[in-house]
């Protein structure tokens, strides 16, 4: 996994900046109609989304929280005094505090299966009656566009998604929530060239491929073989997942 903590200050750059966190805003927003009071945003990161969340309906209180002290820093600068540091696994919060709960690019970070199953337990926990939890599943597929590089990588090892689309649906339903919508957005600026994805390769970003290990370098030297080296090739779709709890009675 990255060292977040150094990735800080650069991870709004790196990852499709404030055209990326307009259409993951415009997702949630599309998923929570009519939703007003108190947002919570988990693993919020640099507050890019959580920022603009805050400002996009009038009525939304936001709180954003993450573990990384660097992110949590960032957080703060761009949303003052909305910021947490805490675990998503054990959130400081009371039972139905929030009438929105999101989690935009955590899930598949998780590589323990229980990771999973709890942090959508306390989504689940902190969630008013009638509440919404919006989430991002299945984020490795996001990025199988049917490009030449797909082609190239198919063949690589695949860990299984932790966010896979079934899984949170089945934690989501243990704990109560219902299904309450699907959507998807484009990563604006993220489609990815063969250079780039070979120093993504070089850098262990293939979790199953570690750098400088045999299978790493025959997947690098069938990339460098690929036309348009830096022409990056359409970018990811991320698909997004909502689960409502019930309205008491």
Request: hydrophobic share 40%; aromatic share 4%; with cysteine.
């Amino acid at each position: 996994m990255l060292d977040y903590e150094k990735e800080a200050a650069r991870y709004d750059a790196s990852r499709g900046g404030e055209a990326r966190a307009e259409a993951a805003v415009q997702a949630v927003l599309d998923l929570t109609p009519g939703v007003t009071g108190r947002l919570l945003d988990i693993a919020c990161g640099t507050g890019i989304v959580t920022r603009r969340l805050a400002v996009a309906r009038p009525g939304l209180r936001v709180t954003g929280v993450d573990l990384t002290p660097a992110m949590v820093r960032m957080a703060s600068a761009r949303l003052p005094g909305a910021i947490v540091r805490a675990d998503s696994r054990r959130l400081p919060f009371p039972d139905r505090s929030f009438d929105a709960v999101t989690s935009i690019w955590l899930l598949h970070l998780l590589a323990d299966p229980e990771d999973v199953r709890a942090v959508v337990a306390e989504c689940a926990r902190v969630l008013r009656p009638g509440g919404v939890y919006v989430t991002t599943v299945d984020k490795a597929a996001a990025h199988d566009v049917g490009s030449d590089i797909d082609v190239v990588l198919a063949s690589r090892p695949h860990r299984p998604a932790a966010d896979a689309a079934d899984t949170v649906t089945a934690h989501a339903t243990r704990h109560g929530l219902r299904p309450a919508g699907h959507t998807v957005f484009r990563g604006t600026g993220q489609g990815r060239s063969p250079r780039d994805t070979i120093a993504d390769l070089r850098r262990g970003w293939f979790t199953m491929l570690p750098p400088g290990e045999p299978r790493t370098e025959e997947f690098a030297a069938r990339l460098a073989g690929l036309p348009d080296q830096d022409r990056p090739r359409p970018d990811p779709r991320f698909a997004v997942r909502a689960f409502r709890k019930p309205a008491a009675g």
